[in-house]
């Protein structure tokens, strides 16, 4: 059964620095986001992908996020400057469509900013 | 913005027993209503997801009915088993506001054998 892979599975950072988390949505999906999830917390929304471009994104993703689909598998967030509370699981999720359509998610990258 | 509520954040149900979790959620135009099983150290898995035009609908053990009047909608597993303790989230979808899911809060369900 196809899935969503993202890596590494734990990322630990020094504060200040810049961190790539990378997803590997499902092959024949088009849409394609990010959420995270803070430990204890509710998964938020951070930003969705499409035909890429960003198509919407939270509060939160602001402009210390960007991401990118650099070639016909990847999709990466990238945080520039990494800050303490920066610190949560990461989930990459894929879709075919859009609407009232399954999102997929992945395993999720733990990010540990020190 | 959309504001979802859960209800239990945790349930202790004997095998065997019903689990009935409820999510209620603030924006009317609302229009898709999953319900998503998170296990330990994992990403959030769709168990069963309901559509607005659908008042129940169910898969085996487990059921997803919606009140969309009063803006709530619940998760039912029957004949729990070990296997059913996880979190679960609802993630209702507002169709005017992208793909965005909004998640609640959680509930962690333990069943005790």
Redesign the interface.
Known sequence: EPE?TQTPSHQVTQMGQEVILRCVPISNHL?F?W?RQILG?????LV?FYNNEI??K?EIFDDQFSVERPDGSNFTLKIRSTKLEDSAMY?C?S?ER???????????TRLTVL | GENVEQHPSTLSVQEGDSAVIKCTYSDSAS??F?W?KQEL??????II?I?SNVGEKKDQRIAVTLNKTAKHFSLHITETQPEDSAVY?C?P?I?A??????????TRVLVKP
């Open positions: 969503v849409y986001y959420y917390q509710k998964v938020e929304f969705s198509s919407e939270s989930f999720a879709s859009a609407g009232q359509n399954e999102q997929f998610f992945g395993p999720g | 229009n898709y999953p998503y150290g994992k990403g959030p898995q769709l997801d559509r989230f993630a979808r169709k506001a992208g793909n965005k899911l909004t998640f609640g809060g959680g």
